[in-house]
């Protein structure tokens, strides 16, 4: 076994490998390719190395700076739930190292088709993270245009976006057909262990093998799709899944920022040249709950997330830094700082956040004013005046200017 790989913790147990289709040689654990040990030290990895060696400490540091910042952001994030300020949240703890990693090897004419967990590959691609919140907060279907950053809507249907992801790969290679100078490309869809077992992934991987798409689809293996964990999901490794549509599975250590950097950006430089889709399966842990509608103490033992505390990505990453003297005491403490200070400048974005009008709601049905929705909006107005010294509801006593236009 190379240095560079380690074997999958999971499926080392010899009663499951029996298990495994009657035949546990056909379905071998994929070697799972690390570069930071938990100890914080480079490893040597013959495929994988290079991706990361012309990495600058500016650069290192970036990715240690991103994943606090970014958990920073997901811990207010929670408390303002927890407060009254946002209807419901999606934590991303201990998954930072994965969505950094792979954010970062990202072009910026590639475009990406998240979930809605993805916060800080978000924050990779230049979204303002108070935008993640609007919808959160319940008073905008989006948060944020697309196009300006190529980094999509979030997707609350279980692998619903997989299948667009390859659409538009698929539409990215014909442009350049037509269009040479145009930019190689390549989309990501992101997903979870749980989505894995949708049909939409199995769908979208078909046709990215079938016409070759420029796409990488990236799955978190978070270990629990919500209560599910992930050996009843699947009884083979997720990245084994790649050779039935006849293309690569990479499975990497998701919780080593660096081996994810270097995997993603060796998988989008093979998808860009037309070499075909890639899986990656990053491997790390959700030690946080599914939503603050979720309670993990009901499915998992403390005991599992207290083993995985010292495979955080953040701290591994710290004692590579001090290692290797990039970073120093200083640094860290101005990132604590500026940590606060972004803290406190998204909870005040938060409460000036304005709900739009409750005729807004019929007036952004159709791109254009349909006379069904404005009959539907008057008669809701004819339903209110009915009630005896009802106060309108808001946004309703006033037409707006798109109401006038119609």
């Not at 869809?189 to 199995?202: I, K, L, M």
């Not at 953040?314 to 001090?322: A, D, G, Q, S, V």
């Not at 998204?346 to 007036?363: H, K, S, W, Y």
């Given at each position: 076994m190379d240095v560079g790989h380690l074997p999958a913790s999971e499926f080392d147990s010899a009663g499951l490998e029996q298990s495994l289709m009657g035949a546990p040689e056909l379905n071998p654990v994929p070697d799972m390719v690390q570069l930071l040990t938990i100890d914080g030290?480079?490893?040597?990895?013959?495929?994988?190395?290079?991706?990361?060696?012309?990495?600058?400490?500016?650069?290192?540091?970036?990715?240690?700076?991103?994943?606090?910042?970014?958990?920073?952001?997901?811990?207010?994030?929670?408390?303002?739930?927890?407060?009254?300020?946002?209807?419901?949240?999606?934590?991303?703890?201990?998954?930072?190292?994965?969505?950094?990693?792979?954010?970062?090897?990202?072009?910026?004419?590639?475009?990406?088709?998240?979930?809605?967990?993805?916060?800080?590959?978000?924050?990779?691609?230049?979204?303002?993270?108070?935008?993640?919140?609007?919808?959160?907060?319940g008073i905008s279907h989006g948060g944020w245009d697309p196009r300006e950053v190529?980094?999509?809507?979030?997707?609350?249907?279980?692998?619903?976006?997989?299948?667009?992801?390859?659409?538009?790969?698929?539409?990215?290679?014909?442009?350049?057909?037509?269009?040479?100078?145009?930019?190689?490309?390549?989309?990501?869809?992101?997903?979870?262990?749980?989505?894995?077992?949708?049909?939409?992934?199995?769908?979208?991987?078909?046709?990215?093998?079938?016409?070759?798409?420029?796409?990488?689809?990236?799955?978190?293996?978070?270990h629990w799709a919500i209560s599910v964990p992930t050996e009843v999901q699947s009884r083979i490794p997720l990245a084994n899944r790649a050779q039935g549509y006849g293309f690569p599975g990479v499975r990497v250590d998701g919780n080593d920022v660096l081996a994810v950097h270097a995997v993603t950006r060796w998988a989008l430089e093979r998808a860009r040249s037309g070499a075909g889709p890639v899986l990656i399966e990053a491997f790390t842990y959700r030690m946080s709950a599914h939503t603050t509608a979720d309670d993990p103490t009901k499915y998992r033992l403390s005991?599992?997330?207290?083993?995985?505390?010292?495979?955080?990505?953040?701290?591994?990453?710290?004692?590579?830094?001090?290692?290797?003297?990039?970073?120093?005491?200083?640094?860290?403490?101005?990132?604590?700082?500026?940590?606060?200070?972004?803290?406190?400048?998204?909870?005040?974005?938060?409460?000036?956040?304005?709900?739009?009008?409750?005729?807004?709601?019929?007036?952004?049905?159709?791109?254009?004013?349909h006379p069904l929705i404005r009959e539907e909006l008057d008669a809701h107005r004819r339903y209110e005046a009915g009630f005896a010294d009802a106060e309108p509801a808001a946004g309703t006593a006033t037409p707006t200017s798109r109401e006038h236009n119609a």
């Open positions: 030290e480079l490893r040597q990895d013959g495929t994988y190395s290079s991706y990361v060696q012309d990495l600058t400490p500016e650069e290192l540091r970036g990715f240690y700076r991103d994943m606090f910042l970014v958990r920073r952001f997901d811990e207010e994030a929670t408390a303002l739930q927890r407060q009254g300020e946002l209807v419901m949240w999606v934590p991303l703890t201990g998954q930072e190292g994965a969505q950094i990693g792979s954010g970062r090897a990202l072009l910026p004419q590639d475009y990406v088709f998240p979930t809605y967990r993805e916060h800080g590959v978000a924050y990779t691609r230049g979204l303002e993270l108070a935008q993640l919140l609007r919808r959160f907060r190529n980094f999509h809507l979030y997707t609350l249907v279980l692998a619903a976006q997989v299948p667009h992801a390859v659409g538009y790969a698929m539409g990215m290679a014909r442009d350049r057909l037509v269009d040479p100078k145009l930019p190689e490309a390549a989309t990501v869809a992101y997903f979870g262990d749980g989505a894995s077992s949708e049909g939409d992934v199995h769908e979208g991987m078909v046709f990215a093998a079938s016409y070759n798409a420029p796409v990488v689809f990236f799955c978190q293996n978070n005991a599992d997330e207290e083993a995985w505390l010292d495979r955080d990505p953040m701290l591994r990453m710290e004692k590579y830094l001090r290692r290797q003297g990039l970073a120093d005491d200083a640094f860290f403490e101005e990132l604590r700082e500026e940590g606060r200070s972004m803290a406190v400048r998204l909870r005040e974005n938060v409460q000036q956040m304005e709900a739009p009008g409750f005729a807004d709601a019929f007036t952004d049905v159709y791109a254009e004013a």
